[in-house]
């Protein structure tokens, strides 16, 4: 994941939102490393501000719902919403109908089961903030000590034993 969140910062310093962030969205190199694609709901913009309301369902962010302008700070939702389906299986706010996913979402309406490590809720509950100010900046997500414990440097492949 490493690599994909340098690749998000590299592209939020070019401004540039990727704004579609998920689990379809992400390819494994020929090292493991993991890589963005799909860039089609990305958007350039100088301001880094944006108002038009894009992306999947599950992963769109309070301030989308709500058609307000939004940031950069939409991608750092979208990596919570990640983290919680690569460790649970379905996206946090996955409701039978659109409205009550909507609602979800502006709820922030996140339940953590038991099976989830501490140190994961605690990042993902700093990623899903209705106020994006208040969401961890990718810098930080970095940092952050969940991240530090599980992260791995991607190598070259073992070589295949002599048998």
Request: overall charge positive; glycine content about 2%; proline content about 8%.
């Given at each position: 994941m490493k690599c994909s969140l340098d690749e998000i910062a590299h592209c939020h310093e070019n401004k540039v939102i990727?704004?579609?962030?998920k689990p379809e969205n992400l390819l494994l190199g020929l090292r493991g490393?993991?890589?963005i694609a799909d860039f089609g709901?990305?958007?350039?913009?100088?301001?880094?501000?944006?108002?038009t309301m894009c992306g999947t369902l599950d992963y769109l962010p309070p301030e989308m719902v709500e058609q307000r302008t939004?940031?950069?700070m939409v991608d750092l939702w979208c990596i919570g919403v990640l983290c919680y389906e690569?460790?649970?299986?379905?996206?946090?706010f996955k409701s039978s109908s659109y409205s009550e996913t909507y609602r979800r979402i502006l709820k922030v309406d996140v339940k953590f089961p038991p099976s989830i490590p501490l140190g994961a809720q605690d990042l993902i509950s700093k990623l899903l903030r209705y106020q994006p100010s208040e969401r961890l900046l990718?810098?930080?997500v970095l940092q952050h000590p969940w991240v530090?414990?599980?992260?791995?440097r991607v190598g070259p492949p073992p070589a295949p034993s002599a048998s």
């Open positions: 990727h704004r579609d962030i490393e993991v890589k709901w990305s958007v350039h913009t100088p301001s880094l501000r944006r108002k939004y940031s950069e690569l460790l649970v299986g379905n996206p946090p990718l810098a930080q530090q414990a599980h992260s791995r």
